[in-house]
């Protein structure tokens, strides 16, 4: 079986979307505060451009933790769920999410954090999978439902450098929360999963 | 306030201590680990199931802060409460001792927080089940990894059997408090809060049976068991020095905020 090929992932920061950088010190505002209704598909749009802090490629509604949006007059409400319990990033992506929504014109910006039902790694849309591919992380193998998860077995890792199958895990740990260490015995890079939970 | 419900609310703030100081106790311990790990993958899995476990213990503080009315936020709770108010399981505070005493008191742990949490999540107070519900699916992955090392360590060298065996022999007398049930619990588990800790030795024997046969070892031959942090706040001499150092920046700079 010939293993589909991905694309070397791009070599440097330059070549990555300007939305990489929004909303990090010393980054443009990718939104000013045109004038404009405020309107439900405008803060969506706004949310469209809020990267997850730790994997800046992916947008938070790629990565699936945005939940509801609600505009009231100029009163933004956006319903946000973690990751991971502990994960550090929430509270960025909380100040992010009320950043850019001030910066487009909202005069008040609440976040408010849900736990139910649970963030899941089948959240994370097509366009969110591609992106990590993209940046040198393979996504979740298989749905978290996929009972090879209940019973632990290894799945199987398409290496996001060549796209070679023959791949192992290194550690089940990795550098947030929500990755694991894995590396290519092909090409011979470690590369970041995305752990499916 | 009527008179049983102040009385239902002083028994859930303190069994939401007891859910917060033992994640909150055993994040502290494996934190100390950082930067002093056996190899590198170790090290950041240690902190990373610190990570967990400290996000699990500040929804249970935030939540008991709020039950408890008083406006003790969770840093108040988690730093500025003394070692005889503190409810963790004793297991959690003894020393990481080598790779193999953390390993072994690591799995003891998670096999049980695992089953733990399962009833949580079928808890009739839906910020308690909503918290579990996210909590399972990371200590899934915890008892993976510390059950793997139990299986290695065990059925590994000559030097690393005789450390886990040493290590389950050390720790084995911890987990009688792991089923001990009080007023408190039986009162959460009359009311569908908690699960009935008792009928948690079971299926909990059963697993740990299970991962030492893999790991070719018996059931460790130690018969003493010891009772008291997690119902009455008596520790063992380990927790008031863990207390004295991880409390200290918020005793002495009251208020102090990230």
């Known amino acids: ?197 | 306030m009527n008179a049983p419900a102040a009385d239902r609310d002083a028994a859930l703030f303190r069994y939401l201590l007891r859910l917060g100081d033992t994640s909150h106790v055993l994040c502290h311990r494996l934190g100390e680990w950082c930067g002093h790990g056996p190899i590198m993958e170790e090290d950041i899995a240690l902190t990373n199931v610190a990570l967990d476990l400290i996000g699990q213990a500040r929804l249970f503080y935030q939540y008991a802060g709020e039950v408890e009315g008083k406006g003790r936020s969770e840093d108040e709770l988690a730093f500025l409460r003394p070692e005889r108010d503190f409810n963790n399981l004793l297991l959690v505070e003894q020393p990481n001792g080598d790779y193999a005493r953390t390993m072994a008191r690591q799995f003891l742990f998670d096999a049980w927080n695992l089953l733990l949490f399962r009833g949580l999540e079928q808890s009739t107070d839906p910020r308690i089940a909503e918290i579990a519900a996210k909590a399972v699916k990371e200590i899934t992955y915890h008892r993976r990894h510390s059950a793997g090392w139990v299986i290695r360590m065990g059925d590994g060298t000559e030097e690393s059997r005789r450390r886990i065996v040493a290590a389950f022999e050390q720790l084995m007398g911890f987990t009688a408090e792991f089923f001990h049930m009080d007023d408190i619990d039986r009162q959460m588990a009359d009311a569908g809060i908690g699960p009935d800790l008792s009928a948690l030795r079971d299926p909990w024997m059963a697993d740990v049976e299970a991962v030492l046969a893999e790991a070719t070892l018996g059931w460790p031959t130690a018969t003493w068991s010891v009772l008291g942090g997690r119902h009455e706040g008596r520790h063992t001499e380990h927790l008031g020095y863990m207390l004295a150092e991880m409390q200290s920046m918020q005793r002495q700079y009251p208020g102090l905020n990230w």
């Open chain 1, 1 to 197: 079986m010939t293993p589909p090929r991905h694309p070397r992932p791009k070599p440097s920061g330059a070549a990555l979307p300007d939305e990489v950088f929004a909303g990090f010190a010393g980054a443009p505002m990718q939104v000013q505060a045109t004038p404009g209704p405020l309107t439900v598909a405008r803060a969506q749009a706004v949310l469209a451009t809020v990267p997850d802090p730790e994997i800046p490629s992916v947008m938070l509604p790629d990565l699936g933790v945005i939940r509801g949006v609600e505009v009231t007059g100029d009163r933004v409400t956006v319903r946000m769920t973690p990751t991971y319990t502990g994960c550090p990033a929430t509270d960025l992506m909380q100040m992010m999410i009320r950043e850019q929504l001030s910066a487009a014109g909202f005069a008040e910006v609440v976040v408010d954090l849900v736990l139910s039902p649970p963030w899941s790694s089948d959240d994370i849309t097509a366009e969110g999978r591609r992106r990590m591919v993209e940046t040198g992380i393979a996504p979740p193998a298989h749905r978290a439902t996929d009972k090879r998860h209940l019973t632990g077995t290894v799945p199987e890792v398409t290496c996001p450098h060549c796209g070679s199958m023959a791949t192992e895990m290194t550690s089940a740990f990795g550098a947030t929360a929500c990755k694991a260490l894995w590396r290519c015995n092909d090409c011979r890079e470690p590369f970041d999963y995305f752990k499916c939970i």
